[in-house]
């Protein structure tokens, strides 16, 4: 069983940066792929950014790229997502998700990924 424990998150302004973090328990984190989605009220949750196994590879939803860099640091059991210039429409709970894996790839799909956190809120005002 993986704990996924996400913190980081808070209120802001529109145009300034948050740093969200998930600690992952277990002692084999470099073989999860790892994914941050977000869920605002009254929608479906959605992929944000994912990152693969070992860190090398990287993929962003649209309406986040350039703006939000997601790092993986399989030392410290730990997925960052920095996200810079956030915008109200960033507004929305986030998640990281965990995919057991052997493969370089990255899954947007939420279905595809085994372990979720519990979710922090994030919160831009205008």
């Known amino acids: 069983q993986v704990q996924l424990v996400e913190s980081g998150g808070g209120l802001v302004q529109a145009g300034g940066s948050l740093r969200l973090s998930c600690a992952a328990s277990g002692r084999t984190f470099s073989t999860y792929a790892m994914g941050w989605f977000r869920q605002a009220p009254g929608k479906e949750r959605e992929f944000a950014a994912g990152?693969?196994?070992?860190?090398?590879?990287?993929y962003y939803e649209d309406s986040v790229k350039g703006r939000f860099t997601i790092s993986k640091d399989n030392a410290k059991n730990t997925v960052y997502l920095q996200m810079n210039s956030l915008k109200p429409e960033d507004t929305a709970v986030y998640y990281c998700a965990a995919k057991i894996t052997v493969a370089p790839s990255i899954r947007v799909d939420r279905n595809a990924y085994d372990y979720w956190g519990q979710g922090t809120q994030v919160t831009v005002s205008s």
């Open positions: 990152i693969s196994r070992s860190g090398s590879n990287t």
